[in-house]
Each structure stands twice: as C-alpha cells, then as structure tokens.
Nanobody, 123 residues
Framework: HVQLVESGGGSVQAGGSARLTCVGSGYINRRYSRGWFRQTPGKEREVVACIDSHGSITYSDSVKGRFTLSKEDANNTLYLRMNSLEPGDTAMYYC??????????????????YGQGTQVTVS
C-alpha cells in the first residue's frame, strides 16, 4: 500500500512563488514513476510535470520554464517549485505515483496512487 501526502499549497499573488511537497510512504521506492497533476472544477485532471523510473523529467508546455520538479529518493519526497505564478495556475494539485510506468505519462488514469491534493490559488 502506498500513501502520498501533499503540502505547500495556499494563496499566492500573481508573479509569486510556492513549493509543493509530496511525501510518499509504504511500498514506494525510487523506481516509481511520479508526477504532479492539477485539476479545476469541471475539467479533466492534467499533467503538470512528471519524472519516470529513470529520472527523466517532462513538463507540460504551460509550465515549462516556470516550474521545477525535483525528488529526494532518501525520503521518498517529490517537490514542485512554482515560480512566476499566474491566475491560470489556480487549481487543486495532486501528487501521483505508479510502480509499473516506465515513462512519464500525461494520462492521469495511468497512475495508480494519488494524494489527497493541495489547493493553490493565484490572484
């Protein structure tokens, strides 16, 4: 069983920065593919950034150059540093993990484990 717990969301002014943290526990290790997704009401969950089992990172076009994903394997923690935040970044952000994916996937249905989410509001 895998548990993912996100933190770091909140209200941020446009142009500001925030860092999200996702701590994994249970049967999770560095070989899991992991990622950050976000969702707004009435819309499908979309990928923000992901890291595959080999350490390759992919960003969505909307956040490329502004967001940075990083990982600490020693404590199964995933981070998302968000700079130059825009109102369009307002969403619930979810951490995702999967033990079988060998590559990053934009399909939220391909990840078996999600955290409860953390809200980011940019105004």
């Amino acid at each position: 069983h895998v548990q993912l717990v996100e933190s770091g969301g909140g209200s941020v002014q446009a142009g500001g920065s925030a860092r999200l943290t996702c701590v994994g526990s249970g049967y999770i290790n560095r070989r899991y593919s992991r990622g950050w997704f976000r969702q707004t009401p009435g819309k499908e969950r979309e990928v923000v950034a992901c890291i595959d089992s080999h350490g390759s990172i992919t960003y969505s076009d909307s956040v490329k150059g502004r967001f940075t994903l990083s990982k600490e394997d020693a404590n199964n923690t995933l981070y998302l540093r968000m700079n130059s935040l825009e109102p369009g970044d307002t969403a619930m952000y979810y951490c995702a993990a999967d033990p079988w994916l060998q590559h990053c996937s934009a399909g939220h249905w391909e990840y078996n484990f999600y955290g409860q989410g953390t809200q980011v509001t940019v105004s």
